[in-house]
């Protein structure tokens, strides 16, 4: 009973803090370096000859005590003799010739100085016929040891970075394919529901769907005859469907009666509402001209400036007049790639957003009439010119084929 209850006592008793053990590291340059080892491993640089030292920490198990040398320590007779001493004897090591420094002890270890290793000087034992070896020259104890740089990029980092790499660009693979997937599902879907609305001449649902399929031929990134094909039909329904409510010849009629009455600026704003970026099409005649002559003119848009108004690219056969003024009808700037090359006067059918209408202010008066190059372009779809009401021959057939051959929509 006794015994229990004083393994129990002890259980509770708190164990008494471990000693600090002392350590001691021999470089390869000769220099030897003491402290006191910690509970975590250290890591030190040598200051003769920058080695990297390692050093154990603190051992976290206690000591056992071997059975069997205890067993034979008690058997052993309790005989008193006088232990003779055992010299310790230190491995040779090469001592830098100094004449006037004396050999001195190794000084003992400084239990204080916890936070950073001791250096001391080992003797040696040399014969007297072997000639002293030079030594590097030591450093004192308190000098601080240097600390290893951290590199930034191990090889570990390396490889790591390498797999973020490759995963962000199979998810990005990934997700390009299934964009491209998507694409193609919606342009076979537009396609086919805008080819239903164009045989009931919805023209405006046609023009969404055409553009929606438009839009996935540039996701898909193609530019081959058929892609082009999708584009002209496009261009060509969406003019029919943008196209301008009122003739030009009515429209000039009301500019004539709006200055005829000087109500210019109320004829202006209806304009801007109502008629501008409006498409016309045209099937005559147009010759390329380099550059017009700038006229004091009053423009009913006043977006458009002296520049465009003087870069002229084409001029438009229009033979009419309004109450005895003539028309100079033109487009205006350069046109786009889907306008066919035009190198001399000749029949073209295009279509194009109407840009200003302006009148001279000193006589003889003159209408000017300006057309937006940059959206200007050349018909070729034979259907769609019949859906605008337009009466078609074989010449119109022919032209619109060469129109085709010429933008890139036919082979």
């Known amino acids: ?180 997937a998507r694409a193609e599902t919606t342009l076979r879907e537009a396609m086919r529901r805008s080819q239903a609305a164009l045989i009931e001449d919805d023209f405006e649902t046609a023009s969404g769907e055409l553009q929606t399929a438009v839009a996935a031929l540039d996701t898909l990134g193609r530019d081959d005859v058929p892609a082009r094909r999708i584009r002209q039909q496009q261009r060509e329904v969406t003019a029919i469907h943008k196209s301008m409510p009122v003739s030009l010849v009515e429209l000039l009629h009301e500019a004539e009666q709006a200055r005829r009455n000087d109500r210019l600026q109320d004829w202006h704003d209806r304009f801007r509402l109502e008629y501008a970026e409006t498409w016309i099409i045209f099937d005559t005649s147009i010759t390329p001209i380099s550059s017009t002559e700038n006229s004091d003119t009053e423009s009913f848009d006043a977006e458009t400036s002296d520049q465009e108004n003087s870069e002229v690219g084409f001029e438009v056969d229009y033979p009419l007049a309004i109450q005895e003024t003539p028309i100079d009808l033109s487009i205006v700037g350069p046109v786009g790639p889907a306008f066919p090359s035009v190198e001399r006067a000749g029949r073209v059918v295009f279509a194009a957003q109407l840009q200003s209408i302006r009148v001279t202010q000193e006589k003889p008066l003159r209408w000017i009439i300006s057309l937006r190059g940059t959206t200007a372009f050349g018909w070729s779809g034979a259907d769609t010119y019949v859906a605008i009401g337009l009466p078609i021959d074989e010449d119109t057939q022919q032209i619109l084929k060469s129109q085709a051959r010429r933008i890139g929509v036919e082979p």
């Open 1 to 180: 009973m006794a015994s229990w209850l004083a393994k129990a006592t002890k259980s509770f008793v708190q164990a008494p803090p471990k000693p600090s053990v002392p350590f001691g590291l021999g470089c390869a340059c000769g220099r030897r370096v003491t402290g006191i080892r910690k509970p975590k491993p250290q890591r030190f640089i040598c200051p003769d000859c920058s080695e990297w030292l390692f050093v154990l920490p603190n051992d976290p198990y206690p000591l056992v005590e071997d059975k069997k040398r205890k067993k034979k320590k008690q058997e052993q007779p309790k005989t008193k003799t006088k232990a003779t001493p055992v010299p310790s004897v230190e491995p040779r090591r090469p001592k830098r010739k100094s004449p006037d420094r004396q050999p001195t002890a190794p000084p003992s270890i400084d239990q204080s100085r916890t936070d950073q290793p001791q250096s001391v000087d080992q003797p040696t034992h040399q014969p007297a016929d072997t000639p002293p070896v030079a030594q590097p020259a030591s450093v004192p104890a308190d000098t601080p040891l240097r600390r290893p740089r951290k590199v930034l990029l191990t090889r570990f980092r390396l490889v790591l970075i390498a797999i973020v790499l490759v995963i962000m660009g199979t998810i990005g693979w990934g997700i390009r394919n299934r964009l491209l």
